[in-house]
C-alpha cells in the first residue's frame, strides 16, 4: 500500500518564536540578553573580530602567486593513442573527437607512459616529453610541436 503522506517524525515544525512565555520561546525569543547577536539584524560576517584588525590583514603577506599565467596542456600517454589507425593524422580535434582529450586546455602535451603498438602516426601536439618523442620516431611516426 502506498503512502500519500510522510512517515510520522520525518516532517518537523517550524521553531515559532515569540509566541508567550509558556511556549518555551517567548520574551527573548531565544536570543539570550542583549548583546549584538540579540539585535535586528545581527549577524557577524566571517572572520570579524569585534573591530579589532582581523587575523588576515595582521599577518605580512609575503611572496608571489603566478599560477594564473601557467599554461595547463592536457596530458596524453602514448597508450592511449592506440584508438587511431597505423597511418593517421592525429591533431587536438581528433584527440576530442576519440574522447582521449576531454575538458579546456590551453593545449596537448604527449607523455611517454605505455607502449606505442600504432605505427606511422603523424602528430600535432603543443608540446612533447623526450621519451613519448624517442618512442613515437622509433615505431615510425612524425611529430609536429604547434606554436603556442
Known amino acids: 500500500m502506498r503512502q500519500t503522506s ?14 508567550g512565555e509558556s511556549s518555551g520561546h517567548g520574551k527573548t525569543s531565544g536570543k539570550g540578553h542583549k548583546g549584538q547577536k540579540a539585535r535586528s539584524g545581527g549577524s557577524i560576517r566571517l572572520g570579524f573580530e569585534g573591530g579589532q584588525m582581523p587575523l588576515i590583514r595582521r599577518i605580512p603577506k609575503r611572496g608571489f602567486n603566478n599560477a594564473v599565467f601557467t599554461t595547463r596542456y592536457a596530458p596524453v600517454n602514448l597508450d592511449s593513442l592506440e584508438v587511431f589507425t597505423d597511418g593517421s593524422k592525429v591533431d587536438e580535434s581528433a584527440l576530442r573527437a576519440k574522447g582521449v582529450v576531454k575538458g579546456e586546455w590551453h593545449g596537448v602535451k604527449l607523455l611517454g607512459g ?9 602528430l600535432e601536439v603543443h608540446a612533447a616529453s623526450a621519451s ?3 618512442a613515437l620516431e622509433a615505431a615510425g611516426g612524425k611529430l609536429t610541436l604547434l606554436k603556442k
Open 114 to 122: 605505455g607502449k606505442l603498438k600504432s605505427k606511422n602516426l603523424v
Open 6 to 19: 510522510p512517515r510520522p517524525g520525518a516532517r518537523h515544525r517550524r521553531k515559532r518564536v515569540g509566541c
Open 132 to 134: 613519448a618523442k624517442t
